[in-house]
């Protein structure tokens, strides 16, 4: 799907997408251009990893 769609059917322009870690710089790199093409805005990118989640302490 293209930028443009994933970012109109997400709430807030919000997107969520998985990538291998040695490949996040180059994902944000072109998301942001086509973001803010697309849509006039500059955002903000937060890059996390994914964990075990909960656990007894």
Excluded: N, W
Excluded at 6 to 12: G, I, V
Excluded at 14 to 34: D, F, H, N, S
């Amino acid at each position: 799907m293209p930028l443009k769609q994933q970012t109109q059917h997400c709430f807030d322009g919000c997107i969520l997408t998985l990538v291998p870690g040695a490949q996040v710089e180059a994902v944000r790199k072109i998301v942001a251009v086509e973001y803010e093409i697309c849509t006039g805005i500059k955002k903000t990118f937060y890059v996390c990893q994914a964990t075990q989640g909960a656990s007894k302490c």
